[in-house]
């Protein structure tokens, strides 16, 4: 029987993590090929693409990627197909490409709503789909969607992003209740308020040099009094892609410092100079 360490390994496996040439997605391709698997990953527009082939060159990564709209079936047929012919079958699937517009429901348009639904919760419908039969018939594979706080949670100017995620929670049990009597996993990953691009303007200082309220928000609401960074996503990330989660099926497993078991600080106990002190961020808006 293999060692326990052994079962966290994923060598030989090709992982394909989508919207990945940056953020999240980009942590969890590192996680993945440090542990052994071939990387393939996608995202929107050729740009991104240059600068995800940057990155793995630069982490001494190899990986394959290409352009491809998780929204468009066609073209996910297209890459998938391609992936199989010169990387090999998907083993590890990662539906990380997601998209959030922070707009008052009264204000959003369809168009908006539309979008949010169509990128993070019909894409991973059309990436799981895509994969699912070669999974199916080699009786293995691993399927991880990126959940959120808003899985669980409602705030103000997120409604569609909510909606999505939230379906994207029922999207997982359903996949692992059709799906696991072929020995498919498909688990998700919550990550709470993470350092990245799609959160920098939640973190953006005034002119003054003031802290952006939702940061302070978030800090009284976290018990660790952090926000997340992407390591904190790595580990997880590798275990539900391994066989050390071979019996883990339909699950989301929150990785948000406590933010979901804790009611949140004290007005009264909040220590401003600790959070004065806090590490700046070297994450810039998305353009
Ligand atoms: P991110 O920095 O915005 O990266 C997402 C990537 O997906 C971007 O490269 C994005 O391209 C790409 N993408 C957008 N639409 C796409 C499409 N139709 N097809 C293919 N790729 C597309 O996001 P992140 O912060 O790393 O988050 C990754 C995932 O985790 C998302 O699903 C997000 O909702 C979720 N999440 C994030 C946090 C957090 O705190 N950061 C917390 C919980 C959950 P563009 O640059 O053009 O948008
Ligand atoms: C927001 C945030 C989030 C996070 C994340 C929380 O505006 O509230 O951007 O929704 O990115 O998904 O888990």
Redesign the pocket.
């Known amino acids: 029987m293999a060692g326990v360490m052994e079962k966290f390994r994923l060598d030989g496996k090709v992982a394909w993590i989508t919207g990945a040439s940056y953020g999240l997605g980009l942590a969890y391709a590192q996680a993945y090929a440090e542990a052994g698997a071939k990387i393939v990953f996608n995202d929107i527009r050729q740009d991104l693409v240059d600068r995800g082939m940057a990155e793995y060159e630069k982490l001494g990564i190899p990986a394959f990627g290409k352009v491809c709209d998780v929204t468009k079936e066609d073209q996910v047929l297209e890459f998938v197909k391609e992936v199989e012919e010169k990387v090999g079958k998907i083993d590890i699937l990662v539906n990380n490409a997601g998209i ?1 517009k ?1 707009i008052p429901m009264t204000e959003m348009s369809l168009n908006d709503w539309n979008a949010v639904i169509s990128v993070d919760l019909t894409g991973p419908f059309i990436c799981s789909k895509a994969v699912l039969p070669s999974m199916i018939e080699r009786r293995s594979g691993k399927i991880i969607n990126a959940c ?3 899985s669980e949670f409602g ?1 103000e ?2 409604s569609a ?1 909510a909606a999505a ?1 939230g379906g994207l929670k029922m999207l997982t049990r359903n996949i692992c209740s059709e799906y696991g009597q072929y020995n498919i996993q498909c688990n998700a990953i ?4 993470i350092a990245t691009p ?2 920098a303007p ?1 973190r953006e200082k005034g002119a003054d040099g003031s802290m952006h309220p939702f940061d302070r928000f978030i800090r009284s609401k976290t018990p660790a009094q952090r926000w997340g960074h992407t390591e904190d996503l790595m580990g997880l990330a590798v275990f539900l892609a391994s066989p050390a989660s071979d019996f883990i099926n339909g699950q989301v497993v929150y990785i ?1 410092g406590g933010i979901s078991a804790y009611i949140g600080q004290d007005p009264s106990n909040l220590d401003e100079s600790k959070f004065a002190d806090e590490e700046e961020f070297d994450i810039k808006v998305n353009d």
């Open positions: 959030i922070r959120s706080m808003m705030r100017t997120v992003y995620k919550g990550p709470g308020y799609q959160t939640l948000d």
